[in-house]
């Protein structure tokens, strides 16, 4: 069993920067692709980005390329994703997740989930 926590969500203006990180316990990440996904109330869950366990392989979805960076510490269980040039359709609960399987956008793909963290963009 994995429990994720997210965490570094908040408010920011237009144009600004968050750091996103996602803490592991119970048992490592080294072994898990790990994911960042996204939702609005009423939509469905959105990929955002993933990274491979184990060379660091990235994937992003392409409202997101160039901005956003995946990144990964297996020392610390920890996984981030850096948030440049923020938009305000970057707004969303932001979820990240562990998978079996590499660069999959689907969230039927991933087995442990944490509980989310806000991230508002104000224009």
């Known amino acids: 069993q994995v429990q994720l926590v997210e965490s570094g969500g908040g408010l920011v203006q237009a144009g600004g920067s968050l750091r996103l990180s996602c803490a592991a316990s119970?048992?490592?990440?080294?072994?898990?692709?790990m994911g960042w996904f996204r939702q609005n109330a009423g939509k469905e869950r959105e990929f955002v980005a993933a990274?491979?366990?184990?060379?660091?392989?990235?994937r992003y979805a392409d409202s997101v390329k160039g901005r956003f960076t995946i990144s990964r510490d297996n020392a610390k269980n920890t996984v981030y994703l850096q948030m440049n040039t923020l938009k305000p359709e970057d707004t969303a609960v932001y979820y990240c997740a562990a998978s079996t399987g590499w660069g999959r956008v689907d969230p039927a793909g991933y087995v442990y989930w944490g509980q989310g963290t806000q991230v508002t963009v104000s224009s």
């Open positions: 119970g048992r490592t990440l080294s072994s898990y692709d």
């Open positions: 990274i491979s366990w184990n060379i660091g392989r990235t």
